[in-house]
């Protein structure tokens, strides 16, 4: 499984021979590959009329591009912005709710990258073929995508260790700007340009899988809000700036605490392990169906909804579950 940082040809030319050398070698005689673009047909046709963004056919014979539109940027903030509204306002009646829960299209979002990362997953499982994932820049949902498919594909990732180096490798590493899309919380009125929830949109998917596969993530509900929170607003500096670069010139290793560091201390860790984790070697494959995608009510309604009798069913679990 690959990811681009960008687009195999770029502005004013048409051929980058060595992206095509380097995919190239990638295959041997008779293989084939699939490149996953996040973004729709039209927006590459329309990349290609400006003088580069897509890569023509011909130069990649053994590669099939398949084409899954991924909203990022504006229309993702609004819809995550439509739906807080929603989740905010407590005199709404049930239609106009459902209504409102409709029309902000997160859960369709939702399904849209559970359906594209399952689609990555399968050309590698069941094609055994290579498969390339890139978009727009590659640091949105190029990351979203490869993230989600490692998920599915690998139960060491499934780990709360896994899923820590999973997030560093492909979030952090892979350079998506934390500073630029987690710049404000939702309920702001303020709408930065570059604001886009897509770690959040990976940490639904996430929780998504942990509902539908409830013993084969080592990690429960409390690791992913804790996740959002210090993906906005953080006492550490692992999520501090847009890429490995700028964390250097600042120095954020040097002069901040990581995060993981903290979550791994024995009197914390134990809060964010889930007590019916089970090993589960086999790939998990999520149901897209509508009806198999829930509002994540513990994050978009947990300013509304006591949770104390929910923390209260899960501190029982978890005592007979260690005390079995």
């Known amino acids: 499984l690959l990811r681009s940082s960008q687009p195999l040809t770029g502005p004013n030319r048409r051929r980058c021979r060595e992206d095509e050398k380097l995919l190239g070698t990638i295959l041997d005689e008779g293989e084939r590959g699939f490149i996953i673009d996040t973004r729709s047909a039209q927006a590459a046709k329309q990349a290609r009329m400006s003088g580069g963004g897509t ?3 011909s ?25 807080v509204e929603a989740c905010s306002d407590p005199s709404l009646s049930m ?8 029309s902000s299209r997160w859960l369709s979002h939702v399904k849209a990258a559970l359906s594209t990362a399952c689609l990555a997953a399968q050309c590698l499982d069941r094609e055994d073929s290579n498969v390339l994932v890139h978009g727009a820049e590659g640091t949105d949902t190029t990351l979203l995508v ?23 490798r492909e979030w952090i590493e892979a350079g998506h700007p934390f500073h630029l899309r987690c710049a404000r919380s939702a309920s702001s009125h303020a709408r930065g ?6 770690f959040l949109l990976f940490l639904d998917c996430v929780w998504q899988l942990s509902r539908q596969f409830p013993f084969s ?21 692992t999520f501090l700036c847009n890429n490995e670069k700028e964390r250097s010139l600042c120095k954020v290793k040097e002069s901040t605490h990581s995060l993981w560091a903290w979550l791994n201390q024995p009197e914390e860790k134990h809060k964010y392990l889930n007590p019916l984790y089970s090993h589960n070697p086999l790939v998990i ?28 069913a899960w501190a029982e679990i978890q005592r007979l579950v260690e005390g079995s």
């Open 285 to 312: 494959w999520p149901s897209v169906e509508p009806q198999s995608i829930q509002l994540w009510q513990g994050l978009f309604l947990r300013w509304i909804r006591p949770s104390q009798h929910l923390d209260e």
């Open 59 to 83: 130069c990649y014979p053994q590669w099939r591009r398949l084409h899954r539109a991924l909203d990022r940027g504006r229309p993702l903030q609004e819809s995550f912005v439509r739906l």
């Open 146 to 168: 490869t993230a989600l498919a490692q998920l599915i594909l690998d139960p060491s990732c499934r780990t709360l260790e896994g899923f820590q180096a999973l997030l560093q």
């Open 55 to 57: 890569e023509p056919k």
């Open 217 to 237: 993530l080592e990690f429960g509900e409390q690791l992913l809000l804790t996740l959002f929170d210090n993906a906005y607003a953080s006492s550490y500096g």
């Open 193 to 198: 340009k570059q604001e886009a929830p897509l």
């Open 95 to 102: 239609d106009r709710w459902l209504a409102r829960l409709d």
